[in-house]
């Protein structure tokens, strides 16, 4: 199985980034939308995950305590070499503690955490090959009025399935902070 760790969105926010794909999608745009129910702020990819390792998740998962805080998105932007629009995520001490958390945990059952600094964000589209969608999508953006803000109280565990038309996400454990 293919897993990765993430924060659900709150339904408005979901509504407002849908609101903006739906201003800026065309079907000729180059861009490959992603779907509104697969919207999540990544903790960690933890990619290709056999039995062993994911019996050693769960628990270490479900040690993890936190209290709810405050998520607050900022505009959307480009990962240009990547092909990727994204909303970005504001980082908070409370973010980043949770997802250094998250990466303590899954350590001991074999994961290795990404050498790049974190950046949350939630991808909202991709090219499908060249960089001329993202250009276009640049010009055609305008001003786009600030997100609502969430309270995040739990964290998930997804499966992962990718497709042609994108990747299909499963609920495999809720991880919430009353687990205290």
Do not use: N
């Amino acid at each position: 199985m293919r897993l990765f760790i993430g924060i659900p969105l709150a339904a408005g926010v979901v509504e407002e980034l849908a609101a903006l794909r739906e201003r800026l999608q065309s079907p000729s745009d180059g861009l490959r939308w992603s779907d509104p129910a697969g919207w999540h702020i990544t903790l960690q990819f933890l990619g290709k995950t056999g039995a062993e390792q994911f019996a050693c998740l769960v628990p270490a998962l479900r040690r993890i305590t936190f209290s709810p805080f405050a998520i607050q998105l900022d505009p959307p932007g480009f990962f240009d070499r990547a092909g990727v629009f994204f909303a970005g995520v504001r980082l908070s001490p409370q973010l980043v503690r949770l997802q250094e958390l998250v990466v303590a945990a899954t350590r001991p059952c074999g994961f290795i955490p990404e050498d790049r600094p974190y950046h949350p964000h939630i991808t909202l589209a991709r090219t499908k090959g060249g960089r001329s969608a993202l250009t276009a999508l640049k010009r055609r953006i305008g001003a786009v009025k600030p997100f609502s803000g969430f309270t995040a109280d739990e964290f998930l565990l997804y499966e992962s399935f990718p497709g042609p038309g994108g990747s299909r996400y499963e609920v495999r454990e809720r991880l919430a902070e009353s687990q205290k």
